[in-house]
């Protein structure tokens, strides 16, 4: 099992920055490629960005691309999202998630897919005025 907790929401006006954090417990959780998604109020959950097990390769979602950087401290267990210039439209509620086994085989055609993910955190919000 591994065990996530997500950090860091909170409320914040437009065009600030915000770092998220995913502390992760359990089975060497530092060996397992990680996500974030978010769900915003009557919408589907949908991935924002994602990191493999050893942190040498990132993907990101259109909507945050160039504006977001996950980023991963596997000494601490921790996975960050950083995010700038933050918009209204960035108000949801963040998740992190571990896929279903460690040195998973994430690639660009499966880091969107929820199924790709065994383990979730239980969210923080984020809500950006304007």
């Known amino acids: 099992q591994v065990q996530l907790v997500e950090s860091g929401g909170g409320l914040v006006q437009a065009g600030d920055s915000l770092r998220l954090s995913c502390a992760a417990s359990?089975?060497?959780?530092?060996?397992?490629?990680m996500g974030w998604f978010r769900q915003a109020p009557g919408k589907e959950r949908e991935s924002v960005a994602a990191?493999?097990?050893?942190?040498?390769?990132?993907y990101y979602a259109d909507s945050v691309k160039g504006r977001s950087t996950i980023s991963r401290d596997n000494a601490k267990n921790t996975v960050y999202l950083q995010m700038t210039s933050l918009k209204p439209e960035d108000t949801a509620v963040y998740y992190c998630?571990?896929?279903?086994?460690?040195?998973?085989?994430?690639?660009?055609?499966?880091?969107?897919?929820?199924?790709?993910?065994?383990?979730w955190g239980q969210g923080t919000q984020v809500t950006v005025s304007s």
């Open positions: 990191i493999i097990w050893s942190g040498d390769k990132t």
């Open positions: 359990g089975r060497t959780s530092s060996n397992y490629g």
């Open positions: 998630a571990a896929e279903r086994a460690p040195y998973g085989s994430m690639w660009s055609g499966t880091w969107r897919q929820r199924a790709t993910y065994g383990y």
